[in-house]
């Protein structure tokens, strides 16, 4: 009889009647069991939780289902930024792309201005192999073999570049970034300190 009732043991307070179910069919297998000239021909399963046993299973059993969610909502949420940083977020185009594809309330989508030229023009521009692409990367290479001073030069030459080509916008921003050097970033990314 033991056998049978180490059944119980497998299922959760919470699934009595699973529990009970499953009594009944191990001694179901067993009948009749005759011992000492008694003859057990059916048997019938009652099983009983306590009010307090039943309550506290519950809280256990939502929070182990908030856990749960909460681990699924985490694996959820690092898979959608890493899929934006490597696919969504490696260029412009891409992105925007993305965001005619996935109208998301999360995500956003296109903004009203934005065109199919305008967009099928970024994604031109963007591709890995772009003239424009590859001179930026080799500029990174570039600068990151500067000295401070060099890159501030560097700055300087281009913001007059850019003047005389007639964009004085651009070339005020750049002014910006080699006037005030402490609040924003370095040409490398990182945060510099004069």
Known sequence: MRPQLA???????????????????ALTHTLPIIRYGVEVLHAAVTLQVDNETLAAA?????????LELDALARRQV??????LRTTC??????????TLLERSPRVGGPSDDATLDELIRTLHAWKPESQWVLLAQLLH???????????????????SAIRTLGNE??????????????????????????
């Open 141 to 159: 290479e570039f600068l990151a073999d500067l000295s401070e001073p060099q890159r501030a030069e560097l700055l300087h030459i281009m913001q």
């Open 7 to 25: 059944k119980a043991g497998e299922y959760s307070v919470l699934r009595v009647d699973a529990a009970r179910q499953a009594i009944r069919a």
């Open 78 to 83: 690092k898979a959608r930024l890493d899929f």
């Open 89 to 98: 977020l490696a260029d412009p185009g891409t992105a925007k792309l993305f």
């Open 169 to 194: 916008q651009l070339a005020d921003r750049i002014a910006v970034l080699t006037s005030d050097r402490n609040e924003g970033p370095a040409l490398n990314g990182e945060h510099t300190e004069n």
């Open 58 to 66: 519950r809280l256990l059993d939502r929070a182990r289902r908030e």
